[in-house]
């Protein structure tokens, strides 16, 4: 957790706030470096988190 806040330029408390629902909409600039930190492009997030109305989850690719 601590290497990708690090890369992400946010601190580890945030990190942690984002993925236990304590932030539950981060500012876009740090949904964006999470998304460069860990190598996903924001295309990829943006589909993934996409409506779909067959129920669904999509996957990011690894």
Do not use: N
Not at 15 to 29: D, V
């Amino acid at each position: 957790m601590a290497e990708v806040a690090a890369a992400a330029g946010i601190s580890a408390e945030t990190l942690r706030k984002i993925e236990t629902g304590r932030a539950p909409t981060p500012a876009f600039f740090t949904v964006a470096a999470l998304a460069a930190a860990l190598h996903v492009s924001l295309d990829e997030l943006a589909a993934a988190c996409a409506y779909d109305p067959g129920g669904q989850e999509p996957a990011l690719s690894a």
